[in-house]
């Protein structure tokens, strides 16, 4: 699936969310990145940020720090660590404890999305997340009195209601059709892009998304609003936690 490729390297998390282990050969090392043929490390994007994790070679350890796009996907090692040669098979795992974490706090956003979005009509204008907690920005007008409280309850209804998170990925033409895929609109998919990898939470939220996402809302656990800020005319930026 050439989607599916960044650079060189074969993109395994986009079609296989919950892989955290795989083998490959290492196309390009310098202590500033590695190159992989596949890889299963979430580059970062789309608010998500990148894994860490470790590869393996030889009786030998590289903790990956992070991952860098550029020509390539550069996996970067950890400071002073040694790296593999060129052509030398690794074994590599995402840390599973961060991407987790990360996959319910992304999906617990998308609910977030599509509550403020079905109930209150807001656009969502920004967002970023770290395990666990996250931030979103909508343009909302006014605040209706309880609105804290109320988004939270709604969104821990949709968590209770366990709905599917499905993962699909269309050509470009056909997912521009769903009505709903234009409302994210810092989500611009770039013109050359052939397919759009779809996010939907069955019955609530449809984003073109390149992130890592649960199979279902029951798996983000509890979802707290703890904080609205407003930053401007019409732009309120909401702050969740989310937890067992
Ligand atoms: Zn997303």
């Not at 395994?12 to 969310?17: P, V």
């Not at 979103?136 to 988004?151: R, Y």
């Not at 989500?187 to 199979?215: F, K, M, S």
């Amino acid at each position: 699936m050439s989607s599916d490729l960044y650079g060189r390297t074969e993109r395994l998390e986009l079609s296989d969310q919950n892989l955290r282990e795989f083998e490959a050969v290492v196309l390009d090392s310098t202590p500033d990145g590695i190159v992989l043929s596949r890889s299963a490390f979430y580059p970062g994007g789309g608010g998500q940020p990148a894994d860490h994790g470790v590869l393996l070679w030889l009786g030998v350890e590289t903790r990956i720090a992070g991952v860098r796009k550029g020509d390539d996907l550069y996996l970067i090692p950890a400071e002073g660590d040694p790296v593999p040669p060129v052509g030398t098979v690794v074994r590599a795992a995402v840390s599973d404890e961060r991407r987790s974490a990360l996959m319910r706090t992304h999906s617990g956003l998308h609910v977030l999305c599509g509550v403020v979005f079905r109930d209150y009509g807001s656009l969502v204008t920004g967002g970023n997340m770290e395990p666990f907690a996250a931030r979103m920005d909508f343009n909302l007008p006014e605040v209706p009195p309880g609105f804290k409280e109320a988004v939270e309850d709604a969104c821990n209804a949709e968590v209770s209601a366990d709905r599917r998170i499905d993962i699909r990925v269309l050509p470009r033409k056909e997912a521009f059709d769903i009505p709903d895929i234009i409302r994210t609109a810092t989500n611009l998919v770039p013109e050359e892009v052939e397919e759009v990898r779809i996010v939907d939470i069955v019955g609530l939220d449809t984003q073109a998304d390149g992130g890592t996402h649960v199979g279902s809302t029951a798996q983000i656990g509890r979802i707290k609003v703890t904080k609205i800020e407003s930053k401007g005319k019409g732009f309120r930026r909401l702050r969740i936690a989310i937890s067992d």
